[in-house]
């Protein structure tokens, strides 16, 4: 069973999935994590992500993957090495974005969750799952919200975080994020047409995750 999760930032898509993945069994495959784990390898290296010709060298010399943990969930590892609390930077969100939209990096790491989902059992989260990496998949589902309301959850993460924000500030960077992510030339944010569509904005995460295990369940 494959069970795909698609969504815009701030929808809840990470909290919805893991629960859905305990929920059934699955493993929880957080496909942002791995285009994270790339940003963080081009921000350190410092090369020029516009050029194909350095971003394919690099990602040669450059392994994804994930690791489980005794609790039953998974560790995003790049080169081998945790990088789960290195990736949740404002910064590397933003480059993050900008990385998922280059050719090299998608043709990468789509295979790699090919591979992972080869064996099936799996929620994969993200931005591009049942349209393009899983267009088969058992189940999909989109989640949806208001610009308001994602920012406003964003915004609280980032204080429970202990990091300083500003609602203003983060509510522009989501909709420059909605803009890479919706207009990219590759695999550009939407739902699939056969996806199940659920608005976050004011369902609490429990029923959200509800609506998603009585689909799945029949």
């Not at 929808?11 to 994270?36: F, N, P, Q």
């Not at 969930?73 to 910064?91: C, F, K, M, N, Y």
């Not at 589902?141 to 204080?159: D, G, P």
């Amino acid at each position: 069973m494959i069970i795909t999760i698609d969504g815009p930032s701030g929808v809840g898509k990470s909290t919805v999935s893991k629960a859905v993945a305990e929920k059934t069994g699955c493993i929880y495959l957080d496909t942002g994590a791995m285009y994270r784990a790339i940003a963080l390898k081009t921000a350190t290296s410092g090369i020029d992500i516009g050029s194909e010709t350095e971003l394919s060298k690099l990602l040669d010399s450059t392994s994804v993957g994930f690791r489980r943990n005794p609790d039953g969930g998974l560790s995003i590892l790049l080169d081998g090495e945790d990088v789960a609390a290195s990736i949740r930077s404002p910064e590397i969100s933003r480059l993050s974005s900008d990385v998922a939209t280059k050719r090299p990096v998608r043709v990468k790491l789509v295979a790699i969750q090919r591979e992972i989902g080869s064996s099936g059992n799996i929620v994969a989260e993200g931005r591009d799952m049942g349209t393009y990496v899983f267009p088969g998949a058992d189940f999909k589902f989109y989640l949806t919200a208001t610009t308001e309301e994602r920012a406003r959850r964003r915004w609280a993460q980032l204080r429970e975080a202990g990091r300083e924000a500003d609602l203003a500030e983060v509510e522009r960077e989501l909709l420059t994020r909605d803009r890479q992510d919706s207009e990219r030339a590759e695999s550009p944010l939407h739902p699939s047409p056969n996806a199940v569509i659920i608005d976050t904005t004011n369902l609490l995460t429990d029923e959200v995750i509800s609506r998603i295990i009585s689909a799945v369940q029949g």
